[in-house]
């Protein structure tokens, strides 16, 4: 399985200000996955980004407030824009294996003042 | 109706007990389906995969998959204090729609 880290593993940020998480993959992989988790609620995804293209946005979520990088295979990052303290959530990033699972980081813990 | 329903617990039962964990679905396209394990401020860890219909155990852990009830269940034997977590059913039609559906997740205490 793949092992992939995320920096910050939690921060605190002031309204309006803007937070980039870091997933890094020891192996390369095509798709990698970034999803939120609010408190005791499951995952939701927020988008899908392939290397070489624009990220794929799921319902609800939109580039401007959360754009997305993925310069090679092995990294990407999220940011998340003019926070407010709705943002404040788990972000997780994942990566797809070879058998139609995902394999996934340990999350970043943001919270929004 | 959410596509795959998981009651979120909390279940509660002591040291040595076997728990059965369950979510039904609705999607007759879904072919892939995992269990995940979360512990408190982790991500989630991939603990059983199957395809379609069956069953796979590895260890204490059986995961079974009943497509034509549309239901799958993962058994723990012999339950341990450490298994308390949330455990996630996940599923996905596979090939070209990979996105990964999610249940809500059960929360899992196991009483010394």
């Known amino acids: 399985s793949a092992v992939i880290s995320q920096k910050p593993s939690r921060d605190i940020c002031q309204r309006g200000t803007s937070l980039t998480i870091q997933c890094q993959v020891d192996?390369?992989?095509?798709?990698m996955f970034w999803y939120r988790q609010q408190p005791g609620q499951s995952l939701t995804l927020i988008a899908t980004?392939?290397?070489?293209?624009?990220?794929?946005?799921e319902s609800g979520f939109v580039i401007d407030k959360f754009p997305i990088s993925r310069p090679n295979l092995t990294f990407s990052t999220l940011t998340v824009s003019n926070m407010s303290p709705e943002d404040s959530s788990i972000y997780l990033c994942s990566v797809e294996s070879g058998v139609d699972t995902q394999y996934f980081g340990p999350g970043t813990r943001l919270t929004v003042l | 109706q959410k596509e795959v329903e998981q009651d979120p617990g909390p279940l509660s039962v002591p040291e040595g007990a076997i728990v059965s964990l369950n979510c039904t679905y609705s999607n007759s396209a879904f072919q892939y389906f995992m269990w995940y394990r979360q512990y408190s401020r982790k991500g989630p860890e991939l603990l059983m995969y199957?395809?379609s219909s069956g069953n796979k155990e590895d260890g204490r852990f059986t995961a079974q998959v009943d497509k034509s009830s549309k239901y799958i269940s993962l058994f723990i034997r012999d339950s341990q204090p450490s298994d308390s977590a949330t455990y996630l059913c996940a599923m996905s039609e596979g090939g070209s729609n990979y996105q990964l559906i999610w249940g809500a997740g059960t929360k899992l205490i196991i009483k010394p």
């Open positions: 980004a392939n290397q070489g293209s624009e990220a794929t946005y």
């Open positions: 199957t395809y």
């Open positions: 192996s390369q992989v095509t798709m």
